[in-house]
């Protein structure tokens, strides 16, 4: 991500995360700089694509109204299947046309597999957990009462997931609705998570000058809520979890959380899938171009189209 100001190009992922936490408060969310990542240039490179028809609507939430999208391919074959899907950008980042939505949404609804793809509000200023976490349990809870219309599912075969921060969201809210005594989803997708406040050190005490912990802090709101296992679910028990998909990247610094998380979910009892994509580092499915993109997004829909 960059933005043009004065001549200078500012990288926001080169940054310190309290400087570029600061940067996107005074500045807003910069443009993408690729040119080959909106739908028509998608479409040209995948020419699978081009029958996914897309629907905006809005989903409100106690913290105001946030943008989501329908994607369907009428023409491919149904999963049975459907997905509720976040996407990541360390909670403070991020938006429904980033390739970590709209590429995977894409994919996945041309193999048949209609997806639900949410915003939330991300953490600038003075918000905190569990703001993020409420607006995808509304937009869950919105994509369920309305999952036949949507997306051709009955509610009982919608599944949820996320990926990175998304993949936090994603799992945050399955304990919280679990322990709320209310209908999990039917499987969870959960891809390079963190699903632990230092996601390099799961099961350690999170290091203050980690840039993982800083991160976690800001979307916490405070260091008591580090440990709190429905802002980061590896922290509890995974007792009435649903199946899972956990897929880590090989050389990603968040590797051992997914890990752990699914060590976690199979002691509980809980039927797990670990993917390793080799090769892969963290945010590649938000790369198209990266060698190992496709093959997670593969990885995604076979195990969704296996729990169907």
């Not at 919608?158 to 709320?180: E, P, Y």
């Not at 005490?205 to 800083?214: L, N, Y």
């Not at 990247?249 to 994509?277: K, N, Y």
Request: proline share 8%; aromatic share 6%.
């Amino acid at each position: 991500m960059t933005h043009a100001e004065d001549h200078t190009v500012v990288d926001i992922r080169s940054l310190p995360f309290p400087d570029a936490l600061r940067w996107l408060r005074e500045n807003g969310e910069p443009a993408d700089p690729r040119t080959d990542i909106d739908t028509v240039s998608l479409r040209r490179r995948f020419p699978h694509l081009a029958d996914v028809t897309m629907t905006n609507l809005v989903v409100p939430s106690p913290h105001g109204p946030q943008p989501a999208r329908v994607y369907r391919d009428r023409t491919a074959a149904h999963a049975g299947r459907a997905l509720v899907w976040v996407h990541g950008g360390a909670f403070i980042g991020g938006h429904l046309d980033m390739p970590e939505s709209h590429w995977v949404a894409l994919e996945l609804a041309s193999r048949g597999i209609p997806v639900f793809a949410v915003d939330y509000t991300k953490c600038l200023g003075d918000v905190h957990y569990p703001v993020p976490s409420d607006d995808v349990l509304a937009a869950w809870r919105h994509a369920r009462a309305a999952s036949d219309e949507l997306l051709g599912v009955s509610a009982d075969a919608l599944l949820l997931g996320g990926a990175s921060a998304g993949g936090t969201l994603s799992a945050g809210a399955v304990a919280r609705l679990r322990d709320a005594g209310d209908d999990v989803p039917a499987g969870l997708v959960s891809v390079y998570p963190a699903a632990h406040p230092d996601g390099g050190r799961p099961g350690e005490v999170p290091d203050p000058a980690s840039p993982m912990t800083q991160i976690a802090l800001n979307y916490a709101g405070s260091a008591e809520k580090l440990a709190d296992p429905h802002v980061f679910a590896g922290l509890g028990s995974g007792a009435g979890f649903p199946s899972t998909l956990v897929v880590v990247c090989e050389i990603d610094g968040l590797r051992p959380s997914g890990e752990a998380f699914a060590t976690t979910l199979r002691d509980a009892g809980v039927d797990v899938t670990l993917h390793v994509e080799l090769g892969a580092d963290h945010a590649h499915i938000n790369e198209p171009s990266d060698p190992t993109a496709l093959p997670t997004i593969e990885a995604i829909a076979g195990w969704i189209r296996a729990a169907s």
